[in-house]
């Protein structure tokens, strides 16, 4: 067996024979694996056993983080750094602190949200074994590609055989 | 909503390999045509006509614009509603209607996300000139300043600092992480190395990997549900610049949700100004159909009675009110020197949205073209009138003045366009104007719906 195999990739026309291959390969064992779609596919995320997201969570820390700094910031400069009676309103006027503590929640949960997404992808990666695979352009515009990884204890001798079973287009090998 | 006969969204006879190819090749395959180029030096030249009006104001100060005392809100104020307006419905089109499953936006949220981002561009520009020393914008900031200051909390001008650069903020990210899927076909689809290069740095190593696309996913739908009330207070927000003043015409509580309807109202008209043209340049007819644009025209019908109910609700509320400065206020925008633009006003927003009531009307794109310039004339004229009519005569009549822009500040508002356009040529030419990404999954689901 080839030692700088990343793993071995299977070409599909159809979103539910990507579905049903990764059915089938999870069924037979596989876990180290990952399928590529130019949009995404429904469910298939699941089947693989990615479940559970974290975006929503790190968003939430964000939006919660963003909004307690600023009322804090405003609290503390308005009441205690330097206070100032504006036509005799209380110092600690909170309806006015609203807008500014709205903002930035809303800023602090996006920008949690896109670079928490990016880091939780591992990107940016400009390198990657699955780019070595020519056809692999394609992943982007119309055709859907399972990956069974070499590092899967359950990957041998017996993987290309049941790739093949799988009815792809094509199967490719990736160097790592 | 799916009545038979209805005009698809996207023309039949497209798989997701035909639309990709479609979409990329305006940027990729199609030749840089005269059309664009001269269109281009078009825009060039205004954008440096722009360069020329801010670096004589950087030389002179503000005193070469028209503003005085009464008026010390002219053109800058304006041009900065205006453009602030025509940022929101970017938003409003990929946020709003992407959770109320309005799948008919995919074809048109990319386009109407830069027109936002560029609208807020050329927004941004004018509040920071109008500071007179620019170069200390960041006295508005929270910073730790040797004189102990900070920002004053309680005053709608620092709230708009905070909303508009968080407005800024979300929407190049919102634009961004929608466009790094598309970053990565454009990265597979070009031939030339360079190209891929470029393309392959902004994707930032996309591949479509079904956990990406999961993440993907839930942060772009949080995104959108971040975005929605942020695009409501932005310009609530800049209303209270105008309703927590005591001024006459100012003074009121109509304003966030009358300034809410009035931007969506323009930034339709300029997603309706820009498109028509675009459509037949690019030859996107078939996914940017005419049920796109007579979905825009309805919005626009909407929220132009929104408006409309606004400047009849002010008129009534001065009346009633009983209060003889707002009444007077009132009379003095009817008949006062004033008085051409805000006929002009009730003419282009109240009277010729009616056009849109007629199916004859909204589907004939060269008549909305028009209707669609029309407002966004009129929405112009509606903060002209709301910042100087209000501030030229307020309570004392020895206070009165009069304003008159100079030719300073109309080559600042015409070179503003050429900011709005350059930027808008370049988007056209380098990334892909169409979500590629979205098209193909709403092409299959079409086709998936159809089998069914």
Known sequence: MN??????????????ELLNAARAAFKAGYRKMDAYSPFPVEGVAEVLGFEHTRVPLVVLIGGIT?????????????VWDYPLNIGGRPLHSWPSFIPITFELMVLFAAVAA???????????????PVFNVPAFKLASQTRFFLCLQATDPQFGEGTKHFLTSLNPIAIHEVES | MNVPDETPVVAPGYDSGSVTRKITDVVLA?????GWLAGFAFAFALLMLLNFAIGWLLIRGVGIWGINIPVAWGFAIVNFVWWIGIGHAGTFISA??????????????????????????????????????PWVFYWLLPYPDTMGLWPQWRSPLVWDVFAVSTYATVSLMFWYVGLIPDLATMRDRSAPRPLQFIYGVMALGWRGSARHWKRFKMAYLLLAGLATPLVLSVHSVVSLDFAVAIVPGWHSTIFPPYFVAGAIFSGFAMVLTLLIPVRKAYGLQDFITIRHLENCAKIMLATGLMVAHGYITEMFMSWYSDDKFDIYMTLNRMFGPYAPAWWLLMFCNVLVPQALWFKSIRTNPAILFVLALLVNVGMWTE??????????????????GIYH???????????????????????????????????????????ESRQQ
């Open chain 2, 30 to 34: 199609r030749p840089l045509g005269r």
């Open chain 2, 96 to 133: 709003i209607l992407l959770l109320l499953h309005q799948d008919w936006r995919t074809s048109i949220n990319r386009f109407a996300e830069a027109m936002t981002l560029f609208a807020v561009a050329c927004a941004g520009l004018f509040p920071l000139l109008h500071l007179g020393r």
């Open chain 1, 114 to 128: 896109v670079f928490g997404m990016l880091l939780m992808n591992g990107l940016p990666k400009p390198y990657h």
């Open chain 1, 3 to 16: 030692q700088n195999l990343y793993g071995m990739m299977a070409e599909f026309e159809q979103t539910e």
């Open chain 2, 383 to 400: 903060r002209y009138v709301i910042v100087v009519t209000s501030l030229h005569r307020d309570f004392l009549p020895s206070a009165w």
């Open chain 1, 66 to 78: 963003g909004a307690a700094m600023a009322y804090g910031m405003q609290y503390y400069s308005a």
């Open chain 2, 405 to 447: 822009p100079t030719r300073w500040d109309w080559m600042t508002l015409i070179g503003s366009f050429g900011l709005f356009l350059s930027l808008l040529f370049l988007f056209l030419r380098l990334l892909p104007a169409i979500s590629i990404t979205e098209m193909g999954k709403l092409v299959l689901d079409k086709k």
